[in-house]
């Protein structure tokens, strides 16, 4: 698969997420943050900030590695981040007169910092010295170590350890696995097909959806329409910021079922985390793929690209499309629909059929 996405992303001139997947090593390989390292390391500077290119900290983390990298380098007790949509404790380890841990900060499957801390136990306090890893596409933008200008107070620092540890108990939300191995991972499935909209936090089943559903996740929507199809049913098309759902009902407007949904800004997760601005690979890799050539523009990913389950890839040097089918019950499919240009994600669709 590493030769076909890297055709296909210099094709489309896009920067490559898939260096994430390039001999990555297993998270959590390296030892807990020490004082004595961070403080040899600041060497009686109150904070090291590296925001350069190749720039390297104490542990050989550089500004430009993957988020992959990071991670290994420290010990990680929750390798599936459990936590919440924003935050996961990766460890807590020791005791006074010394505490490690560690916190992935996050915007869903987006990691947006790796931070490591020491709480050091005093006779006047307690010391807080920490490094962090600030990332921006799945990639290190700027390392920054310090150590507190004022030494934390006993109850201070044990809420930090409490909120940490309380966070290890939350399982609410977690990473989906990706892997350039496609054989490790599923296919797209049934459970999958479901949408999460940031701003209120639900989660809804598209197979199932409706409109006072969607109304309780982003409000009445701003434009409501409704046309007569050819055979006497009612369309009706609600749009929100982004966010486009066309609903089927019957002659006298009884609600009969979903026909698509449709989100084109940054407002939503769908299956497995996928959300609008991803790097195509990043979204392949989180799906069942093979490398099966039919042509100059067209891979099959699995199946075999018209009877569901499927998963197929059209691309040209500017734009790429993917479609996962999933077979339904009754004879029915779900397609999802990707439109990718310059190599992030710019559309979604999910379709009933």
Same mark, same amino acid.
């Given at each position: 698969?590493?030769?076909?996405?890297?055709?296909?992303?210099?094709?489309?001139?896009?920067?490559?997420?898939?260096?994430?997947?390039?001999?990555?090593?297993e998270m959590g390989e390296g030892t807990y943050l020490t004082a004595r390292e961070i403080e040899s390391y600041l060497?009686?500077?109150?904070?090291?900030?590296?925001?350069?290119?190749? /720039?390297?900290?104490?542990?050989?983390?550089?500004?430009?590695?993957?988020?992959?990298?990071?991670?290994?380098?420290?010990?990680?007790?929750?390798?599936? *981040?459990?936590?919440?949509?924003?935050?996961?404790?990766?460890?807590?380890?020791?005791?006074?007169?010394?505490?490690?841990?560690?916190?992935?900060?996050?915007?869903?499957?987006?990691?947006?910092?790796?931070?490591?801390?020491?709480?050091?136990?005093?006779?006047?306090?307690?010391?807080?010295? /920490?490094?962090?890893?600030?990332?921006? $596409?799945?990639?290190?933008?700027?390392?920054?170590?310090?150590?507190?200008?004022?030494?934390?107070?006993?109850?201070?620092?044990?809420?930090?350890?409490?909120?940490?540890? /309380?966070?290890?108990?939350?399982?609410?939300?977690?990473?989906?696995?990706?892997?350039?191995?496609?054989?490790?991972?599923?296919?797209?499935?049934?459970?999958?097909?479901?949408?999460?909209?940031?701003?209120?936090?639900?989660?809804?089943?598209?197979?199932?959806?409706?409109?006072?559903?969607?109304?309780?996740?982003?409000?009445?929507?701003?434009?409501?329409?409704?046309?007569?199809?050819?055979?006497?049913? /009612?369309?009706?098309?609600?749009?929100?910021?982004?966010?486009?759902?066309?609903?089927?009902?019957?002659?006298?407007?009884?609600? *009969?079922?979903?026909?698509?949904?449709?989100?084109?800004?940054?407002?939503?997760?769908?299956?497995?985390?996928?959300?609008?601005?991803?790097?195509?690979?990043?979204?392949?890799?989180?799906?069942?793929?093979?490398?099966?050539?039919?042509?100059?523009?067209?891979?099959?990913?699995?199946?075999?690209?018209?009877?569901?389950?499927?998963?197929?890839?059209?691309?040209?040097?500017?734009?790429?499309?993917?479609?996962?089918?999933?077979?339904?019950?009754? $004879?029915?499919?779900?397609?999802?629909?990707?439109?990718?240009?310059?190599?992030?994600?710019?559309?979604?669709?999910?379709?009933?059929?």
């Amino acid at each position: 698969m590493k030769k076909l996405f890297a055709v296909v992303l210099s094709l489309l001139l896009a920067a490559s997420w898939g260096a994430l997947a390039e001999a990555a090593p297993e998270m959590g390989e390296g030892t807990y943050l020490t004082a004595r390292e961070i403080e040899s390391y600041l060497a009686g500077s109150a904070e090291v900030l590296l925001d350069q290119p190749g /720039q390297a900290d104490f542990r050989g983390l550089q500004v430009g590695d993957n988020v992959a990298q990071v991670l290994a380098a420290y010990p990680n007790d929750n390798p599936s *981040l459990d936590g919440t949509y924003y935050e996961a404790t990766l460890y807590i380890a020791g005791e006074q007169p010394e505490v490690s841990l560690g916190i992935v900060v996050r915007d869903g499957q987006h990691i947006l910092g790796v931070s490591h801390a020491v709480l050091s136990w005093q006779e006047e306090g307690v010391l807080l010295s /920490q490094i962090v890893y600030t990332i921006e $596409d799945d990639f290190v933008t700027a390392i920054l170590a310090n150590a507190s200008q004022e030494l934390l107070t006993e109850e201070e620092a044990a809420s930090f350890v409490a909120e940490s540890a /309380q966070m290890q108990e939350i399982s609410e939300y977690f990473a989906y696995p990706v892997s350039e191995d496609g054989t490790a991972l599923a296919p797209l499935e049934r459970e999958d097909l479901s949408v999460r909209f940031q701003a209120s936090g639900k989660k809804l089943d598209v197979i199932d959806l409706t409109y006072e559903q969607m109304a309780d996740a982003l409000g009445d929507a701003p434009v409501d329409e409704w046309t007569e199809d050819s055979n006497g049913e /009612q369309l009706r098309t609600v749009q929100w910021d982004g966010v486009s759902l066309l609903l089927v009902y019957d002659a006298q407007k009884n609600f *009969l079922r979903v026909d698509s949904l449709t989100v084109n800004t940054d407002v939503a997760e769908g299956p497995r985390g996928v959300r609008v601005g991803d790097f195509l690979d990043s979204v392949i890799f989180r799906f069942q793929h093979e490398e099966e050539y039919v042509d100059d523009s067209r891979v099959l990913l699995y199946g075999d690209g018209q009877q569901a389950p499927y998963g197929v890839l059209e691309y040209t040097p500017e734009s790429a499309e993917v479609t996962y089918g999933v077979a339904l019950a009754e $004879d029915g499919a779900a397609l999802w629909h990707l439109t990718f240009t310059a190599g992030r994600l710019q559309s979604m669709s999910l379709l009933l059929r």
